[in-house]
């Protein structure tokens, strides 16, 4: 996904998006400029501001779910790099047989590897059970083992102060984070912050958001470092114990 180039490529799942001309054709629809990034990017966006990386201008944001994304951000800025690829560590080969990140730790891809261990599940949230059955405690951990390259993968490309976990699969992790970080801590001498997405569902919402009147801010000729030095607004919801935003 290229903002720049306003281009999106390998979209299996919304393959209509990587038309020439898609987004002209959705601002001529709506009848106001329209802009859009991956939603890794914005729910870090939205933690940035609102959320647990608030005070951490040095941030990545990780979402698990049934696909993988992740989001990098340096003072505060997030990194995008010439074809949009930063971040897509998803695509990235591990182990012997040239398998990717993601079939390893989403949950279509612990589906799959179920269901080619004979196992029918409908949700993977049944990997993560205190104890699980064998067949299943293989696949918990390869996606343990896949999870600890992907937070280091965060941590060597920029360093962060922490590392925001969302998604779907994140409700599953509570018990697993401390165990990532002395992993991290182990291999590579360092550990961010492992902490779960304040925002939760509306991490990515609130980042659009931000992104939206950060380009307002540009039409109005506010020069981009001016823009991230800002003070944040305080937080525009909470989110309750019922999963529901409640506006301020």
Do not use: W
Not at 11 to 35: H, I, K, S
Not at 83 to 110: A, D, K, W
Not at 144 to 160: G, Q, R
Request: aromatic share 6%; proline share 6%; charged share 15%.
């Amino acid at each position: 996904m290229s903002t720049r180039n306003r281009t999106v490529t390998n979209a299996p799942n919304l393959p209509q998006v990587t038309e020439p001309g898609f987004l002209d054709r959705v601002e001529e629809a709506v009848g106001c400029p329209t802009g859009f990034d991956n939603d890794a990017n914005y729910a870090l966006l939205g933690e940035l501001h609102f959320g647990a990386a608030k005070a951490s201008p040095n941030a990545a944001m990780l979402t698990i779910g049934y696909g993988l994304g992740a989001g990098l951000a340096i003072d505060g800025r997030i990194l995008r790099g010439e074809h949009g690829l930063i971040g897509e560590f998803g695509q990235l080969p591990i182990g012997p047989f040239g398998s990717r990140l993601e079939n390893m730790v989403t949950g279509s891809g612990i589906l799959r590897r179920a269901a080619e261990a004979g196992i029918e599940m409908d949700n993977p949230s049944a990997v993560f059970a205190d104890a699980p059955e064998p067949a299943l405690q293989r696949i918990r951990l390869q996606f343990d083992e896949a999870i600890n390259v992907v937070l280091a993968a965060l941590t060597v490309a920029c360093d962060p102060q922490v590392i925001v976990i969302g998604g779907g699969i994140a409700a599953s992790l509570n018990t697993s984070l401390s165990r990532y970080a002395e992993a991290l801590e182990r291999n590579l001498g360092v550990s961010p912050r492992l902490v779960k997405a304040d925002l939760g569902r509306y991490s990515g919402a609130a980042g659009a958001l931000v992104a939206a009147l950060h380009g307002v801010y540009g039409e109005l000729g506010v020069h981009e470092a001016s823009i991230l030095t800002l003070p944040n607004s305080p937080t525009p919801f909470t989110i309750g114990p019922n999963g529901k935003s409640h506006q301020h």
